[in-house]
């Protein structure tokens, strides 16, 4: 009975109080106000917003046409708010042949989060794309105060307006992929405020190239693509959960091992351990390496089934990461 009437008397606030209060909540726990009540929902009433776009415009780098209506979307995600907006896109163009929706979630204040999910069931688009991120704005004038952002199921109809996005959150500090069908690789070149990379549910990626000078964590699940990791040299956590085994790209010890050693100078790492398992079977003697892990402090091996192969590859693991505090052995069915 207390616990409805706090709840009904925080429902009756006026709704520049419910938005101040939302503005204070990092922004997924945000939008889950709008379950509360009627009076909370209100607060989450998506902005809509059309645009009409010819069959090269959103997708073409050279197109006026595309330039401008992605500076038009960037423009509308840049504005100040002092509380969290909602907005819902409608895309129209002759690729799609319906419109094609999507939509954005940003935080208010200072927290600098900005959500966009690309996904409608029954619209996926499957056609391949390559995914860049540089730093440098190519089409768009605005900066964006973001300092997270979160895209799920970019496709290649939107691939160009969110590498623009990119380009314009000249801030931003941590960077989300997820359930991305299509990409076949990401090349990102961060500034220096880049500190966070998390790629979950790209099934069809093949490469990722990433040079980010002051990223500290690194996050991957899925498929071994081929990663080159270049300039990170504040690494500090990484994870590696290759759940889904090798990918589409041909891969030698070489390959393998170039990524290990740019991973030498982690503290916590988190890696499946068939990988390891796959190198020790091919004969890298592991003590022979010209790289140790000599900061590493916690390791977590990811095993399906700790045979007497997993253990020896496990224990040759362990001599080259002398300094080693925490081990932790996690068995997946």
């Given at each position: 009975m207390e616990e409805e009437r706090i709840e009904t008397t925080m429902s009756n606030l006026p709704p520049e109080i419910l938005r101040q209060i939302v503005s204070l909540i990092p922004l997924k726990e945000a939008v889950r106000t709008s379950t509360l009540s009627t009076s909370w929902k209100t607060l989450w009433t998506p902005f809509q917003v059309e645009f009409d776009s010819g069959p090269n415009q959103i997708t073409s780098d050279a197109d006026d046409e595309a330039s401008k209506k992605i500076n038009q979307i960037v423009g509308l995600l840049s504005r100040s708010s002092s509380s969290p907006e909602l907005w819902r896109f409608s895309l129209q163009t002759e690729k799609t042949q319906k419109p094609l929706f999507f939509s954005a979630a940003k935080g208010g204040g200072g927290g600098g989060?900005?959500?966009?999910?690309?996904?409608?069931?029954?619209?996926?688009?499957?056609?391949?794309?390559?995914?860049?991120?540089?730093?440098?704005?190519?089409?768009?004038?605005?900066c964006l105060s973001i300092k997270t952002l979160h895209l799920v199921s970019v496709n290649k109809i939107t691939h160009n307006l969110v590498s623009t996005l990119f380009s314009s959150c000249?801030?931003?500090?941590?960077?989300?992929?997820?359930?991305?069908?299509?990409?076949?690789?990401?090349?990102?070149?961060?500034?220096?405020?880049?500190?966070?990379?998390?790629?979950?549910?790209?099934?069809?990626?093949?490469?990722?190239?990433?040079?980010?000078?002051?990223?500290k964590s690194l996050w991957y699940r899925g498929a071994l693509p081929l990663i080159q990791i270049n300039g990170c040299l504040n690494l500090v956590d990484v994870v590696l959960d290759l759940r889904e085994g090798l990918g589409r790209s041909e891969f030698d010890c070489e390959n393998v091992l170039n990524l290990l050693s740019s991973l030498k100078d982690v503290e916590i790492l988190k890696i499946s351990g068939w990988l390891l398992e796959w190198l020790y079977a091919a004969g890298v003697i592991f003590g022979r390496l010209q790289f140790r892990f000599n900061k590493l402090k916690e390791l977590s091996w990811f095993v399906a089934l700790m045979d007497q192969t997993e253990r020896d590859s496990l224990a040759c693991f362990l001599h080259i990461s002398p300094h080693l505090e925490k081990l932790f052995i996690m068995v997946r069915e």
């Open positions: 989060e900005l959500h966009l999910d690309f996904f409608e069931k029954g619209k996926e688009i499957q056609s391949n794309f390559n995914l860049v991120f540089y730093p440098t704005p190519r089409i768009s004038d605005f000249r801030f931003l500090e941590r960077l989300k992929l997820e359930k991305c069908s299509g990409i076949q690789s990401i090349d990102i070149k961060a500034s220096d405020s880049l500190n966070s990379f998390e790629v979950v549910g790209c099934e069809e990626v093949e490469s990722i190239a990433i040079s980010a000078p002051n990223l």
